[in-house]
């Protein structure tokens, strides 16, 4: 377990385990849910082409539904996303380089919420393991965002069910947005149940809150004093920027803010038309 991220193996992975991989040499990572049976549920912004973001370019969007035995909470069970069949034939993959089945990429026409296999999800890149349930200080010792919650998550049935009953849904997790509603929010809410009740000027997203609530303004004026009146940088300016970028960060986390509530799968698309997002 590292402070930029924890790598997990493949073979480690359980289902209901919030997974991610990053993408341009760190700049950012793209979010999950496992799903067993080298599965992932994952959301992405391109729902003409929503394997783009994985790194394989075909479309196989069907408007065929999820199996309603997929849809029962009390008989879920990872394997039965192997009965979903999208009426499409793969091209080949290369020979031990993919795992892709027939069900690899299916995603409802006029949604980012998509099944991939595993190795389709990674790319080029490496696994990590999102980590539910820091404590305060853990949080605020990460050098990033991102990459965990002080939220706890829910038993890993109940996150499986949000991750299919959503891809079955037509309008899955609704638009996709960078800053407000990204492949992050998908996973938290997956994991949690939650989702913020009010304006949003962001999601949950640990990686964007990171950034645009981090006091980069505040910094930079600072930084701007001292090179203008020639007064060095001590190690106590250094300590109180980083100190108020780590607890910014902290208060917009998913288990920290109060402007989350619960709610159920099935009103997600409710829940969002009644808020305008």
């Known amino acids: 377990m590292g402070y930029l991220s924890h790598r997990v193996d493949p073979d480690e992975l359980k289902p209901g385990d919030h997974i991610y991989t990053w993408r341009a040499a760190f700049t950012y990572a793209h979010h999950g849910i496992y799903v067993g049976g080298n599965k992932v ?12 973001d994985v790194g394989i370019g075909w479309n196989l969007s069907s408007s065929l539904p999820i199996p309603s035995s997929c849809l029962n909470s009390s008989s879920l069970n990872s394997s039965c996303l192997n009965s979903i069949d999208c009426g499409f034939s793969l091209p080949n993959c290369d020979s031990g380089s993919c795992l892709c089945t027939y069900d690899c990429g299916f995603h409802q026409p006029e949604s980012g919420v998509t099944l991939s296999c595993l190795n389709c999800f990674t790319g080029t890149g490496s ?5 539910y349930g820091v404590n305060k200080w853990v949080h605020m010792s990460r050098i990033r965002g991102g990459i965990c919650t002080v939220g706890q998550s829910n038993p890993p049935q109940a996150v499986i069910y949000r991750a299919i009953y959503l891809l079955g849904e037509e309008k899955g997790f609704g638009d996709y947005n960078v800053a407000r509603n990204n492949c992050e929010d998908f996973a938290l809410y997956c994991k949690t149940e939650l989702m913020i009740d009010g304006k949003l000027a962001t999601g949950g997203s640990g990686q964007v809150n990171s950034i645009l609530n981090a006091p980069w303004k505040p910094a930079l004026v600072q930084m701007f004093q001292k090179v203008v009146f020639r ?7 250094v300590a109180a ?12 986390d998913i288990g920290v803010r109060r402007d989350v509530i619960r709610v159920l799968v099935e009103d997600v698309g409710a829940f969002r038309l009644e808020r305008g997002y």
Do not use: C
């Open 41 to 52: 549920i994952h959301f992405t912004g391109d729902q003409e082409n929503a394997k783009s």
């Open 231 to 237: 007064t060095p940088m001590t190690p106590l300016d």
């Open 127 to 131: 696994l990590y393991l999102y980590q």
């Open 241 to 252: 920027m980083v100190g108020r970028y780590t607890w910014d960060r902290y208060k917009t």
